[in-house]
């Protein structure tokens, strides 16, 4: 299974980004697709995911601002940002769950930077 990641760049704050992530490969059944960031010296947080149902969630440093979306045949999940602050300087990484969660998958990232 591979996760491709792109969309991820430099942009002043205020502005916006798309990042896309597209699964290829071999998975029986995808159960919830999303994304997480890692900003240097810190942990990696989930940002967004959305499941098969189309069920989301968010953190809540980005609701109202980011939204996650898929496509009907589920294998690529986009992720929308406006609004963009300093703080969501990251990397971003996209992550796959399949096969009733016992899957997991991990994008290579991709950096997205917000200049003040």
């Known amino acids: 299974v591979q996760l491709v990641e792109s969309g991820g760049g430099l942009v002043q704050a205020g502005g916006s980004l798309r990042l896309s992530c597209a699964a290829s490969?071999?998975?029986?059944?995808?159960?919830?697709m999303g994304w997480y960031r890692q900003a240097p010296g810190k942990q990696r947080e989930l940002v967004a995911a959305i499941t098969s149902a189309g069920t989301t969630n968010y953190a809540d440093s980005v609701k109202g601002r980011f939204t996650i979306s898929r496509t009907a045949a589920n294998n690529t999940v986009y992720l929308q940002m406006n609004s963009l602050k300093p703080e969501d300087t990251a990397v971003y990484y996209c992550n796959l769950l399949a096969n009733s969660y016992s899957e997991e998958y991990w994008g290579q990232g991709t950096q997205v930077t917000v200049s003040s």
């Open positions: 490969g071999s998975i029986f059944s995808i159960n919830r």
